[in-house]
T-cell receptor
């Protein structure tokens, strides 16, 4: 049973470009969470989605960041007009059902903005 | 405002010794407390978790101790091995599941032979 998959694993963008990060949850999981990890810091929650719905985006920056989880295909975290401060590791997690506490993390995408 | 405070920031333990990592929380509504293990370049892996209705949970060499009145919980790694060298994060969440995890800042554990 494959775990949470994220791609790309490493992404380099110049300032002002767009970054698209993809996450495929574990098979059978319909709940997806995105977290950001800065160097030497813990993970910070960004957004929680179910299929076709954003449930909680309280941790998302108000501008330039958006997320979706379409009916078909992976969840996408999109960062427009990236700045150096966006450089971080972005992790996706999934959980299996409504009411589930456990979250299982993917390997992350390490974004570097030059 | 940091809601989950983790200590120590780094820890060196001799092989075979006991590693102890502590976390304290502020929000009394938290009702799920997991620990994650992260190796360099990898994602966090769920290690063990506890709910506040029990004071201790043990899985193999890993034990969580939970003190509800003190709002503290800790991870004990018995018979620590070099392969346990990693960064450990405590976390907490509230509600009836499917809620964001609030993480501590992590403890970098090194187990030396």
């Amino acid at each position: 049973n494959a775990g949470v998959m994220q791609n790309p694993r490493h992404l380099v963008r110049r300032r002002g470009q767009e970054a698209r990060l993809r996450c495929s949850p574990m098979k059978g999981h319909s709940h997806v969470y995105w977290y950001r990890q800065l160097p030497e810091e813990g993970l910070k929650f960004m957004v929680y989605l179910q299929k076709e719905n954003i449930i909680d985006e309280s941790g998302m920056p108000k501008e330039r960041f958006s997320a979706e989880f379409p009916k078909e295909g992976p969840s996408i975290l999109r960062i427009q007009q990236v700045v150096r401060g966006d450089s971080a590791a972005y992790f996706c997690a999934s959980s299996p059902w409504t009411g589930s506490y456990e979250q299982y993390f993917g390997p992350g995408t390490r974004l570097t903005v030059t | 405002q940091q809601q989950v405070k983790q200590s120590p920031q780094s820890l060196i333990v001799q092989k075979g010794g006991i590693s102890i990592i502590n976390c304290a929380y502020e929000n009394t509504a938290f009702d799920y407390f997991p620990w994650y293990q992260q190796f360099p370049g990898k994602g966090p892996a769920l290690l063990i978790a506890i709910r506040p209705d029990v004071s201790e949970k043990k899985e193999g060499r890993f034990t969580i101790s939970f003190n509800k009145s003190a709002k503290q919980f800790s991870l004990h790694i018995m018979d620590s091995q070099p392969g346990d060298s990693a960064t450990y994060f405590c976390a907490a969440s509230i509600g009836s599941g499917n809620t964001p995890l609030v993480f501590g800042k992590g403890t970098r554990l090194s187990v030396i032979a």
